[in-house]
């Protein structure tokens, strides 16, 4: 069970990571209003 909630966090934060530098990289690209 505990490797489970590990396993979680760690998806969790992976993706919260990956989302986080698409959205930085999108926001470089658009030209700012």
């Known amino acids: 069970m505990l ?3 590990d396993f979680s966090l760690l998806l ?3 993706v919260w ?3 986080f ?3 930085k990289n999108a926001i470089a ?3 700012p209003f």
């Open 3 to 5: 490797l489970l909630a």
């Open 12 to 14: 969790v934060a992976a």
């Open 21 to 23: 530098v698409t959205v």
């Open 17 to 19: 990571g990956f989302t």
């Open 29 to 31: 690209l658009l030209p």
